[in-house]
């Protein structure tokens, strides 16, 4: 490949992602393959920087249901999400990755904090920047903090990685055998049928900003490196000139 498609990106991982075939926690094996997908690139001389969730650990919304504060629910999904943010930055470097964590939350003997200006020069520098805490703020999802760090740093593109399913359908093909996925839609389409790609606030951000996502599954090897490179995979949500 002469060019990337490309040339900055941020990349979505849910904390589901992590947990592999486990029912909890972290997977050896899945992180490493997410790692070398990563890696494969950061070989082309793309930047990336990567926004994780933590739902393999903790999800705020289950134990809201219980009668927990749902702000004391949102903090220690985000404490999750550093969890996975320091699972994956091992796994990166154990595959001769640089990378750098940045927190929302301050949290100075395990993450530097985020200072958006020290994120751009870390990946000019070519380093995967991980992206932990959300948005720092509850009621935030991590899709949230996903748009918002993928506008504030100028990435290109917004990448989803899923867990199993390939793009966005109009039903949820794991209980419908005959959900429709769609190739590619806009913003605003996305966001008044109401699909499950992503939450309405990120969709908004997105919308407003003009940034095209691109939703995936990360775990048929070579899909990250083939959408950096210009390729059709998954579904693309667009900016189609009416959005705004």
């Not at 995967?128 to 948005?135: E, L, N, Y």
């Not at 793009?167 to 049928?193: M, T, W």
């Amino acid at each position: 490949m002469d060019q990337p498609e490309y040339s900055r990106v941020i990349l979505k991982m849910s904390g589901e992602s992590f947990k592999g075939e486990r029912d909890f926690g972290m997977d050896a094996d899945t992180l490493r393959f997410i790692s070398l997908q990563i890696k494969s690139v950061v070989d082309l001389g793309v930047e990336v920087g990567v926004v994780v969730g933590g739902g393999n650990i903790w999800r705020g919304a289950d134990y809201e249901q219980t009668g927990m504060d749902r702000s004391t629910a949102d903090s220690a999904g985000m404490l999750a999400t550093i969890m996975n943010a320091l699972a994956l930055q091992d796994a990166l470097e154990s595959v001769d990755v640089t990378v750098r964590t940045q927190s929302a939350i301050a949290m100075p003997s395990v993450a530097e904090p985020y200072i958006r200006r020290r994120a751009i020069r870390h990946l000019q520098k070519g380093r995967v920047v991980i992206f932990a805490g959300g948005t720092g703020n509850p009621y935030m999802t991590t899709d949230t903090a996903a748009a918002l760090r993928a506008l504030e740093i100028g990435a290109n593109v917004l990448v989803m990685a899923k867990n199993g399913v390939d793009g966005v359908y109009d039903s949820d093909p794991r209980h419908n055998i005959s959900a429709k996925k769609y190739e590619k839609l806009s913003h605003h389409q996305a966001l008044s049928q109401r699909l499950g790609a992503l939450d309405s606030t990120a969709l908004s951000l997105c919308m407003d900003n003009a940034l095209p996502i691109v939703v995936f599954d990360i775990f048929k090897s070579g899909n990250l490196a083939s959408i950096i490179s210009g390729e059709h995979v998954g579904t693309l949500i667009y900016d189609d000139g009416t959005d705004t």
